[in-house]
């Protein structure tokens, strides 16, 4: 995690030399200050559980695929600093709504850490819609859909949810993580958990230095996919 830099005099907080998707567009907003090492990259440091929805159409078609990220009570906590709220410990969409559209906007880079592909080939997918932020229980939630581009009707349907670099790590929730908004009555649904090593387990095996040499490639992350697959007859 970040630690935030103090208010300049006018009130205003400095932008933040952060370097990666999720701190670094809240970092635009709160001001968090200083740079993270590769060191820092290396491993989680903001957990999301989540609860995905694929929406299809009339015709049985997918048209995209709906998302709420909760993010772990520390990094809400820290989200939340600097943002303007009437009521204290509570805050409305309309007042979370700058920093909706910054999350959103920064997730780009990283296609959303959402990959689709439809009968074996990639689909393409547009910028996010429908998108806001509420605040429940201490926990931060980011709502959008991310619409396919053109819709696509396949038998074979994977959805892949996961950070390349893992420095998100994304954790299925435990009651209904995935739906089919939609679908039709004979699809079949399977959704497989992410699976692999604990950050604890790296640490014993070598620490920062282990965790460094593997996210090397930018694509240690695939491992701990959160894999969805529907099949339509």
Request: hydrophobic share 40%; charged share 20%; net charge positive.
């Amino acid at each position: 995690m970040q630690r935030a830099t103090q208010p300049t005099p006018g009130g205003r907080r400095p932008l933040a030399c952060s370097l990666y998707s999720i701190v670094r567009a809240l970092a635009l907003v709160l001001g968090a200050g200083c740079a993270l090492t590769g060191a820092a990259r290396a491993h989680p440091h903001v957990w999301v559980t989540a609860k995905s929805e694929l929406v299809y159409a009339a015709d049985g078609a997918l048209t995209g695929v709906r998302h709420a990220w909760a993010f772990d009570d520390m990094f809400s906590s820290f989200a939340l600093q600097g943002i303007p709220h009437k009521r204290k410990g509570a805050y409305t969409r309309e007042e979370l709504a700058p920093l909706a559209q910054i999350n959103v906007t920064s997730l780009k880079e990283y296609g959303y850490f959402t990959r689709v592909r439809a009968d074996g080939k990639k689909v393409p997918l547009s910028e996010p819609v429908d998108y806001w932020l509420d605040y429940t229980g201490s926990v931060l939630t980011l709502h959008f859909t991310l619409p396919l581009k053109a819709p696509v009707t396949a038998k074979s349907l994977m959805v892949e949810i996961y950070d390349p670099t893992w420095f998100v790590d994304f954790t299925l929730a435990d009651k209904d993580p995935v739906a089919l908004q939609g679908a039709r009555p004979d699809c079949k649904l399977e959704v497989q958990p992410a699976t692999g090593f604990t950050v604890a387990q790296g640490q014993q095996l070598g620490g920062e230095t282990f965790f460094n040499s593997l996210s090397a490639t930018g694509s240690f992350g695939a491992q701990f996919a959160n894999k969805v697959f529907v099949k339509c007859p």
